[in-house]
Nanobody
């Protein structure tokens, strides 16, 4: 069973940057995908970004396009989320997820989840 551990969250002012990391406990097979989701208090968990481990194709929610970048390091079994130009509305608990098969925007398609890391953006 794949275990995921996120890190890199914290408190940042609007306009600032953070980089989240997600380390997997075992080799991430190239035919699979990883994604980032977030959940703010009182809201549903929403898709942020995903990356295909075989093609490195990336996918983003409209709300983060141009500001966030997802990337991977297969040798380290790690996926990153670089977040720039952060806004107060980006405040949420951010989760890493792992999916067998191709990338997806739907959280129900993901098989494994980390515990998440909190990102708070002050205005």
């Amino acid at each position: 069973q794949v275990q995921l551990e996120e890190s890199g969250g914290g408190l940042v002012q609007a306009g600032g940057s953070l980089r989240l990391s997600c380390a997997a406990s075992e080799r991430i097979f190239s035919r699979n995908a990883m994604g980032w989701f977030r959940q703010a208090p009182g809201k549903e968990r929403e898709f942020v970004a995903a990356i295909s481990m075989i093609t490195s194709s990336t996918y983003y929610a409209d709300s983060v396009k141009g500001r966030f970048t997802i990337s991977r390091d297969n040798a380290k079994n790690t996926v990153y989320l670089q977040m720039n130009s952060l806004k107060p509305e980006d405040t949420a608990h951010y989760y890493c997820a792992y999916k067998i098969g191709s990338s997806s925007y739907d959280r129900r398609d993901y098989n494994y989840w980390g515990q998440g890391t909190q990102v708070t953006v002050s205005s």
